[in-house]
């Protein structure tokens, strides 16, 4: 049930690029990607529904694959306030379970 | 708009009591609410999906008898840890879904870290 993500951990200098995927096993509804900072609750970003959107806000953009079942979140020009874990949820549809991904640790370093 | 608290926000007991964290969504109605549990580095797990009138489903490997879930209204949910065990320190965080159709977005509580000692 729970998605997959890749890579569970990535280390970047300011400024640098990152992409991070996320894999399920289920037909999706919706995709929502999440920061969390150590100890406190997820953070919103941002949420993909069915149809192959592809969403963003400043330097932080997302893709939803559903024939693929996956999404991408892209982070560009990272500072160092992106640092954190990401993690996808998944819903397959607005009225199932919500599940996490495995989550991925993001460091961004001066 | 669409504030989720949790209470309490920390909690230390003893091996052998029972804990209640309360969920609230604030300034929503919530059909549906989550329970999530978090051990430390690790993602969050989904315990149950509590809704309002009705018995809470469990996630396969949770135990119903342990976790109870009570969810009497829209806008509140509870978390019963019983007889906690040391093994049941975690964070633990609810999310709320709103009642609008087609709103499949989280609100989530700043959860509530539990110790059992």
């Known amino acids: 049930q729970q998605p997959v993500q890749s890579p569970q951990a990535v280390i970047l200098r300011e400024g640098e690029d990152a992409v991070i995927n996320c894999s399920s096993s289920?037909?999706?509804?919706?995709v929502h990607w999440y920061r969390q900072k150590h100890g406190e609750a997820p953070v919103f970003l941002m949420i993909?529904?069915?149809?192959?959107e592809q969403k963003g806000h400043e330097k932080i953009s997302a893709s939803f694959n559903e024939k693929k079942q996956q999404s991408s979140l892209y982070l560009t020009a990272s500072q160092l306030s992106y640092s954190g874990t990401y993690f996808c949820?998944?819903?397959?549809?607005?009225?199932?379970?919500?599940?996490f991904g495995t989550g991925t640790s993001l460091t961004v370093i001066p | 708009g669409a504030v989720v608290s949790q209470h309490p926000s920390r909690v230390i007991c003893k091996s052998g009591t029972s804990v209640k964290i309360e969920c609230r969504s604030l300034?929503?109605?919530?059909?549906?609410m989550f329970w999530y549990r978090q051990f430390p580095k690790q993602s969050l797990m989904l315990m149950a999906t509590?809704?309002?009138?009705?018995?809470?489903?469990?996630e396969q490997g949770v135990e119903k008898d342990k976790f109870l879930i009570n969810h009497a209204s829209l806008t509140l949910s509870t978390l019963t840890v019983t007889s906690a065990h040391p093994e049941d320190s975690s964070f633990y965080i609810c999310?709320?879904?709103?009642?609008?159709?087609?709103?499949?977005?989280?609100?989530f509580g700043p959860g509530t870290r539990l110790t059992v000692t």
């Open positions: 999310s709320a879904r709103g009642r609008r159709r087609g709103d499949t977005r989280q609100y």
């Open positions: 289920k037909a999706l509804y919706s």
């Open positions: 993909l529904l069915k149809g192959g």
């Open positions: 949820g998944t819903a397959a549809n607005t009225g199932n379970q919500f599940y």
């Open positions: 300034d929503f109605q919530a059909t549906t």
């Open positions: 509590s809704n309002e009138g009705s018995k809470a489903t469990y």
